[in-house]
């Protein structure tokens, strides 16, 4: 069965709380330590602060295999461009053509006259391959403080705008 994709709403906030805590226990440990997971995971994906995100104009959507909830993402558009703040796919979903067909699902709900730009930890080279195979290129480096003494060491990466 192919896979589908829809925009999330408040009802589907406990399943991308889920997902995120499922992936990021699968993918980041050996790339941050598992106290900056459950940090990040306390600080960015709990149902309170998805729902503040929400309600602040971030677009949440979720990718599906079979009915099961596989992937989620969200958009946000400032500034002049759209930000792409969370990209995340199961792991046992990787290199099976689900991120860019979700990726493309993902354009066409935004205006592609407008660039986007996203962070990703400089040692996440799975995440880094595929976003250059999707069109970013690397526009700085950056160190970013998350409080609880830890840091973000990403790569702030781009992709131009179509004509």
Same mark, same amino acid.
């Given at each position: ?19 995120? !805590?499922?992936?990021?226990?699968? !993918? ?67 290199? !099976? ?67």
């Amino acid at each position: 069965m192919p896979a589908t994709f829809k925009p999330a709403t408040e009802k589907d906030i406990a399943t991308i709380e889920l997902l995120a !805590h499922k992936i990021w226990h699968q !993918h980041y440990p050996g790339i941050i330590t598992v106290e900056q997971i459950n940090f990040m995971l306390s600080t960015r994906y709990s149902a309170k602060v998805i729902t503040e995100q929400m309600l602040a104009g971030e677009k949440f959507f979720i990718a599906c295999l079979n009915g099961e909830a596989v992937a989620y993402a969200s958009v946000e558009l400032k500034d002049g461009y759209y930000y792409l703040h969370k990209f995340y796919v199961d792991v046992a979903r990787h290199r !099976h053509g689900l991120g860019q067909q979700f990726f493309d699902y993902l354009l066409g709900q935004i205006d592609k006259s407008k660039p986007i730009r996203l962070q990703v930890n400089r040692q996440n080279y799975k995440a880094i391959n595929f976003y250059f195979k999707m069109g970013f290129t690397i526009e700085k480096v950056g160190d970013f403080d998350i409080g609880g003494g830890f840091y973000m060491n990403d790569f702030v990466m781009k992709r131009e705008a179509e004509n």
